[in-house]
């Protein structure tokens, strides 16, 4: 069984219970997790309270080499970690790899941050200097989700530890078994014990004990929009600083010039990455109509050839869902779009192969003729479907893709760089991109317009939300 990670020891919960993980490609339990409950959230904050000061004396040299030592372990670790990541969540063991070395990346480069983030020296008007220090935060309550663990753990705890915070880690209660050992290779790296503590457990209980914990003093949630409102509900008892970063449904605007030997495959990519279980899904394919009925065909041939299989093999390109009911979720709302009168084009079904009729598999979906105000094209469905809708000109394009609760992502396909810049600039949404459809960068800020969110994730910007900003005087 896993244990919780306190204070640099595994330690069981107070309550003695336990969650049992499911392997999504088989259907079969193969690990037990300690469930977090109070208790032990608020013995894994105290423990991160004591351990501020020290952890805050490491000078900026010292925290560098921590954290590159950190992203070293992790390559080092490659294939154990890749290979667990795949069998938690069902992805894919090439893109679990993928993640793995993203992990690494991110810890390097917040290796780099730690000495180049900083205060500054401010012209003022009264006689003597005013200087700003950029300071760390505290307790950082950090909430991973289920789709991408090792991932968006470490785009939170990366930043964080670079500021010299300490944190408590919750990760989603389907997957946290990636989260536990990063956490043991950052004491093997050298992070004091009691500044990264992990405890898995129920949002309900462990989660929401995190976030109203009068110690916490920042919360970085990522999840859905519904979960993500109970928690900016529950900071705000006592004014905690929260990033949010939640739920999508992104316009994928393919214009009549577009280069479609181009588009198609990374269309398909962008909405079927993960099986279809990401905020940034291209899942609301807007096609200018002269090109809608091409379109359409060759995407339901490139769909049909794709390779559903077991997780850990090397060719395989679409893994299960998460869990049997998120299936279950899924294929509710294609029932939905039957209803709505959308044209069901391809997928829809659970796949025939005998091999895979024990996991949570799904065939990747197409819809054709959605209205854009039905359910199906502005809920988030968060699985492998797509949702067709055809507009005649540039201004009917933008009010479509505008037309959502949502603004996390998007892209725009289109040879006219003028159209191109139009577009992004009148789409509201936090991250869109031109003629690709990957707009997820280290180096720049992610995050959402709207109910997608606040606050950023990535880049320097997100190092502001992991740092108070103190204003010195000293008169002359």
């Not at 900071?235 to 316009?251: Q, Y």
């Not at 900003?469 to 002359?476: G, T």
Request: with cysteine.
């Amino acid at each position: 069984m896993e244990k919780l990670l306190i204070a640099g020891d595994r330690v069981p919960t107070v309550s003695g219970q336990t969650t049992q993980l499911i392997d999504p490609a088989t259907g079969e339990a193969w690990m037990e997790v300690a469930a977090a409950g109070v208790e032990d959230v608020d013995r894994a904050v105290q423990v991160a309270d004591q351990a501020r000061a020290g952890w805050r004396r490491v000078n900026s040299r010292d925290r560098t080499q921590i954290l590159l030592r950190l992203a070293n372990l992790i390559r080092e670790n490659r294939e154990a970690l890749a290979q667990l990541e795949s069998r938690n969540v069902g992805k894919p063991i090439r893109d679990a790899r993928d993640e793995v070395d993203l992990a690494a990346d991110c810890f390097e480069f917040y290796a780099g941050t730690v000495n180049k983030f900083g205060g500054t020296v401010n012209p003022v008007a009264a006689a003597g200097t005013s200087l700003t220090f950029r300071e760390p935060i505290g307790v950082c309550g950090l909430i991973a989700p289920w789709n991408f663990p090792i991932a968006i753990t470490s785009w939170k705890v990366a930043p964080a530890l670079a500021m010299g915070n300490t944190i408590v880690l919750k990760p989603a209660s389907q997957t946290p078994l990636t989260a536990l050992r990063l956490a043991e290779l950052a004491l093997e790296a050298g992070v004091p014990a009691g500044v990264f503590n992990v405890v898995p457990g129920p949002g309900s209980v462990a989660g929401n004990a995190l976030v109203r914990h009068p110690l916490v003093r920042k919360v970085s949630f990522t999840g859905s929009t519904e979960i993500g409102t109970q928690v900016m509900k529950l900071a705000a008892d006592d004014i905690k600083n929260v990033t949010l970063e939640l739920g999508g449904k992104s316009a994928n605007l393919v214009f009549v010039d577009a280069d479609l030997d181009k588009v198609i495959p990374k269309a398909m990519w962008s909405v079927l990455g993960n099986a279809g279980q990401d905020c940034c899904a291209r899942s609301r394919l807007l096609l200018e109509r002269p090109l809608y009925e091409e379109f359409l065909y060759r995407l339901s041939n490139e769909f049909k050839k794709l390779k559903l299989g077991m997780p850990l093999n090397d060719d395989t390109e679409i893994g299960p869902l998460v869990s049997f009911g998120h299936r279950d979720r899924v294929q509710e709302y294609i029932e939905i779009g039957r209803k709505e009168g959308a044209t069901l084009v391809c997928g829809g079904n659970i796949p025939a192969q005998t091999d895979l009729e024990k996991g949570a598999f799904l065939q990747p979906t197409i819809f054709a003729d959605v209205k854009p105000n039905s359910r199906i094209a502005q809920e988030e469905i968060f699985g492998p479907v797509v949702c067709a809708i055809p507009f005649d000109h540039e201004e009917e394009a933008i009010a479509i893709a505008n037309n959502s609760f949502y603004g996390l992502s998007g892209s725009i396909w289109t040879q006219d760089i003028s159209r191109a810049l139009r577009v992004a600039k009148a789409i509201e949404t936090g991250v869109i991109s031109i003629n690709t459809g990957h707009s997820v960068h280290l180096e720049a800020p992610f995050g959402g317009y709207k109910r997608s969110g606040i606050g950023r994730e990535l880049g320097l910007a997100v190092l502001a939300h992991y740092s108070e900003l103190k204003s010195v005087f000293i008169a002359d």
